[in-house]
């Protein structure tokens, strides 16, 4: 059962301090907005140049009815698309997500390095490298972009996702931006704090665009986490686009199947 004594929220282990939360900016994929790391991402000494401090697999799989595309630019600029601005249309298939923790950045983010192997293509497809944090604010330089699918993986890699976040003493935080172009409200709920090593987060997204292919989108993520190793281990998501021309929507499923700081099993 958890308890609230003081303005925090325990639950056995997990013990979250209410915190002011770090600028974030929103990571726009046309289907959604957007942990890995504390200490577990983050081992000493160094890792020699070249090798990752940390790998991990994920298996994914994207259901999608109806396409839209539109361009979207958040109050502090392009941070958590690319450096042209664009949203990313979602892409039906299925295949694996391959992670590499490459670096800290001096600003705490995570620097990572994010490739697709899509079912039945012989090659990966490119990588990004992006910083992610523990807002789930995402930045990457390149003006190629990655998919929706990493795009919300990428969200969920930043440092201190859980231990950082303004929690109330209900186990809630909301955060809102509003632009010129759009107005965006997200709140996350604590529902299941488990042992407090593995907890299950929701999120509840909604956007309005103005002028844009759409009215309104609505994104309702289910996050499984692994406090004890930082990372997520399931990532549920379900998207709904509608008004303008039609209604869209689209479905994803993320699992962590490898990851390196694993131990193996005997």
């Given at each position: ?12 282990v997990l013990n ?36 990752p401090l940390r ?177 997520p281990t399931v ?32």
């Amino acid at each position: 059962m958890r308890k609230v004594l003081g303005g925090k929220v325990t639950n056995r282990v997990l013990n979250v301090l209410t915190k002011t939360v770090r600028s974030f900016g929103i990571v726009l994929s046309l289907s959604i907005c957007g942990v890995v790391a504390l200490t577990a991402q983050t081992p000493a000494p160094a890792s020699p140049p070249g090798k990752p401090l940390r790998h991990l697999e994920y298996s994914f799989n994207v259901a999608v009815q109806g396409l839209q595309t539109s361009k979207v630019t958040g109050s502090n600029g392009v941070q958590t698309l690319n450096v042209a601005g664009n949203l990313v249309a979602p892409e039906a298939g299925s295949g694996t997500m391959l992670v590499d923790v490459l670096s800290v950045a001096p600003d705490g983010a995570l620097v990572v390095r994010i490739s697709e192997l899509v079912q039945n293509e012989t090659h990966p497809r490119p990588a990004y490298t992006c910083n992610v944090y523990g807002s789930t604010s995402v930045f990457c330089p390149s003006t190629a972009t990655p998919s929706a699918a990493e795009w919300l993986l990428l969200s969920y890699l930043g440092r201190q996702f859980i231990d950082a976040a303004p929690w109330d003493a209900q186990g809630h935080w909301q955060r809102k931006e509003q632009s010129a172009e759009f107005n965006s409200e997200d709140n996350f709920t604590l529902v299941d704090a488990g042992d407090g090593k593995k907890v299950i987060v929701r999120e509840i997204k909604t956007m309005q665009l103005q002028g844009g292919p759409f009215d309104t989108q609505t994104s309702d993520i289910t996050i499984n986490y692994d406090r004890a190793m930082e990372v997520p281990t399931v990532i549920h998501a379900d998207v709904a686009t509608a008004g303008g021309n039609e209604t869209n929507s689209a479905s994803y499923v993320i699992t962590l199947e490898k990851d390196s700081f694993a131990k193996p099993k005997p």
